[in-house]
């Protein structure tokens, strides 16, 4: 098994930026991390994934360019750093875990946190 706590969430002005920490313990082997998100009446959505190595990322057409995934194995922690947040980003940002291939497909992920509130005012 394997636990993930996210943390980092709060409320941000427009243009502002916010970093997200997802901890991982328990049997921590080789998992390919990626961060979803649920806005409120909309579908979780893909943000953005890592591979173990922390070679491979992979982005949503909508954060590319303003958020960053990263890792640090030594830590069991992955990272998603946000930058010119928009209130389109407000939802439940959720850590997911997969010892599959990084993939945005949440069915592939077998490991999820409790979710972390990012909140963007206009």
């Known amino acids: 098994q394997v636990q993930l706590v996210e943390s980092g969430g709060g409320l941000v002005q427009a243009g502002g930026s916010l970093r997200l920490s997802c901890a991982a313990s328990?049997?921590?082997?080789?998992?390919?991390t990626a961060w979803f998100r649920r806005a409120p009446g909309k579908e979780r959505e893909f943000v953005a994934a890592?591979?173990?190595?922390?070679?491979?990322?992979h982005y949503a057409d909508s954060v590319k360019g303003r958020f960053t995934i990263s890792r640090d194995n030594a830590k069991n922690t992955v990272y998603l750093q946000m930058n010119s947040l928009n209130p389109e980003d407000t939802a439940v940002y959720y850590c997911?875990?997969?010892?599959?291939?990084?993939?945005?497909?949440?069915?592939?992920?077998?490991?999820w946190g409790q979710g972390t509130q990012v909140t963007v005012s206009s």
């Open positions: 328990g049997r921590t082997f080789i998992y390919a």
């Open positions: 997911a875990a997969t010892r599959r291939d990084v993939n945005s497909d949440p069915r592939d992920y077998s490991y």
């Open positions: 890592i591979t173990w190595s922390g070679i491979n990322t």
